[in-house]
């Protein structure tokens, strides 16, 4: 663990795991995982099993996270989830703009820009998401969409930039099996911290930047021992403590 920033290993279960299952699945990480100190552990649960969770995981350093929120504190918006509401389940972080909620609920860069900003204000840290198609890497143009990205989601946070986390997701490689090579991602990390720097100057140093897309147990150090790459964003691998503990482990021997 050279780097000065925190390695971080976020799991996002998705619209996986009922309530009983959730809270195997939780109480496994925290049997192996609950005294890390040196990794910080994320656990990002559908919205029912946050409470089950948050209670398996406390007396532990295990954190837990939202997949997502609205970006009004309250109010009429029937199905919608606030930012205190998360806090009142002791969530410390939130997923925003993941590509699935870009391409299945049209989330913009406008909108994730709104929830990252009240996240922030009700003390939670988000963990804003970007990452181009293939398509658009064939093209030619994964920086521009990333760095588009970015200044939108961004806009007006550079004096809190380093209570931000990014995550690279290149889409290409969200579930599919397929990931990017550690000089692949290396290189679109090293070019969002650039991005970074233009939005909030120093602060950019101490943004941590996770990867997420296919990390599994056996590729995953290569890709957290890379200097710009700070940790994953973890899909599949973790859905099975053992998966992921074991990425958790990796990252530990970077
Ligand atoms: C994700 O959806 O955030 C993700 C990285 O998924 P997977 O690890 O399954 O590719």
Not at 143 to 157: K, N
Request: glycine content about 10%.
């Amino acid at each position: 663990m050279s780097k000065f920033r925190k390695c971080t290993i976020a799991g996002n279960w998705k619209m996986n795991k009922a309530v009983n299952e959730a809270e195997d699945l939780a109480s496994s990480v925290k049997r192996e995982m609950g005294e890390c100190s040196d990794v910080e552990i994320v656990l990002c649960p559908p919205f029912t099993a946050l409470k089950v969770v948050g209670d398996a995981i406390s007396e532990s350093r295990l954190k837990l996270g939202a997949q997502n929120m609205h970006s009004e504190p309250d109010g009429a918006y029937t199905g919608e989830i606030s930012a205190n509401m998360l806090r009142d389940l002791f969530c410390h972080y939130v997923i925003l703009g993941h590509s699935e909620r870009r391409t299945y609920f049209h989330e913009t860069d406008d909108v994730v820009n709104r929830k990252a900003k009240a996240a922030l204000k009700a003390n939670l840290l988000p963990i804003v998401c970007v990452g181009e198609t293939l398509t658009e890497r064939d093209a030619g143009c994964a920086e521009s969409v990333v760095r588009t990205q970015l200044q939108g989601s961004l806009d007006g946070l550079g004096d809190v930039l380093d209570k931000v986390l990014v995550a690279y997701e290149p889409v290409w490689a969200i579930g599919t099996g397929r990931t990017a090579t550690p000089e692949t991602a290396q290189a679109m990390h090293k070019y969002i911290r650039s991005v970074l720097g233009g939005i909030g100057g120093s602060k950019a140093d101490s943004v941590r930047i996770l990867y997420g897309g296919s990390m599994k147990p056996d590729n995953a150090a290569a890709l957290i021992s890379q200097p710009d790459i700070d940790g994953g964003l973890v899909g599949g691998a973790a859905l099975e403590a053992r998966q992921f503990c074991e990425i958790v482990r990796a990252a530990l021997s970077c």
